[in-house]
């Protein structure tokens, strides 16, 4: 189904695409546009934006003809000039976080954190021997999980450490929220750990594949079939959607997601066709 939402929406309306002349939709009377930013690009995944340069860093994936297996490489996509290109020096780049405050721009792959050069435009490696990254995310500090381990680490000035909270409990994807609650999923659902008493809660049997932050620091996650916002510990359905993998929020608060072999804007349309 398509579909189209607004950040303020926490409830889905009957949506209808408005036809002919463009590609629209209506939810709660309010017309939104479609937009294909990139194409032809395998499974574009694990998203994450540097608002100083309004770039979008993503991993895709592509079949190597040796063993007909996929290859994960990280890449980059300029939303203003719409420059692409793969990331070379990434061993399996399947991550990205950016810490927006520093203009530092992370990387995950399958042996470690790597930094993103914007002048040489390519990747350097900043823990050898690391963990195979499975999602990065990055709040006052960077946060990754590992993969097989299936555990939350933190990563300060070239050291990993365990997250004593969550050494006992597996997790895929991890978040923080303002309040600096520690959010994450695994094959039961998705989880709370409160800062106050390092308590974990249950916030529902989600099958998440992505957490982002909007430049405010509001969450949101998607299953694949579906966009959620967190509110307070709350989590709210914006819209149903067919075939997400990543997502994120630009500088307008427009919503950019990867689907099958596309990565697609959502924005408010002014103009009715």
């Known amino acids: ?36 930013l990139k194409d ?17 860093f993503f991993s895709h994936s592509r079949d190597n003809p040796k063993n007909n297996e996929d290859v994960f490489e990280s890449a980059y996509l300029n939303l203003d000039t719409n420059e692409y290109n793969i990331i070379p020096g990434i ?6 976080a950016v810490d927006n405050t520093k203009h530092k721009v992370y990387l995950g792959g399958r042996n470690g954190i790597y930094e993103y050069n914007y002048e040489s435009k390519k990747a350097v490696h900043v823990n050898p021997k690391g963990y195979s990254i ?17 555990r939350v680490y933190t990563f300060v000035d070239g050291k990993s450490e365990l997250v004593s909270e969550l050494k006992r409990t597996m997790a895929q994807l991890v978040a923080l929220d303002n309040n600096y609650n520690m959010y994450f999923s695994n094959s ?30 509001n969450l949101y996650f998607t299953t694949p ?6 509110n307070e510990k709350n989590v709210h359905l914006l819209a149903h959607v067919d075939d997400v993998f990543g997502l994120v929020v630009d500088g307008e ?3 950019i997601y990867g689907t099958g072999d596309k990565i697609i804007k959502i924005s408010r349309k002014e103009n009715k066709c």
Not at 41 to 53: E, G, K, L, R, V
Not at 225 to 230: G, Q
Request: overall charge neutral; charged content about 15%; aromatic content about 14%.
């Open 225 to 230: 079939s579906a966009f959620y916002k967190i």
């Open 188 to 217: 039961s659902g998705l989880f709370c750990l409160n800062k106050s008493d390092k308590n974990s809660v249950q916030l529902g049997d989600y099958t998440i594949n992505s957490f982002t932050a909007d430049k405010n620091g």
């Open 253 to 255: 608060n427009n919503f």
């Open 134 to 150: 499975w999602q990065l995310f990055f709040k006052d500090k960077l946060y990754y999980t590992a993969y097989p381990q299936e």
């Open 91 to 96: 061993i399996g780049g399947f991550a990205a």
């Open 40 to 56: 032809n690009i395998n499974d574009p995944y694990q998203m994450a934006i540097d608002y100083n340069t309004n770039t979008l």
């Open 1 to 36: 189904m398509k579909l189209i939402i607004t950040f303020a929406l926490l409830t889905v309306g009957n949506a209808h695409i408005i036809k002919p002349g463009c590609d629209l939709i209506s939810i709660g009377n309010v017309v939104y546009q479609k937009d294909v």
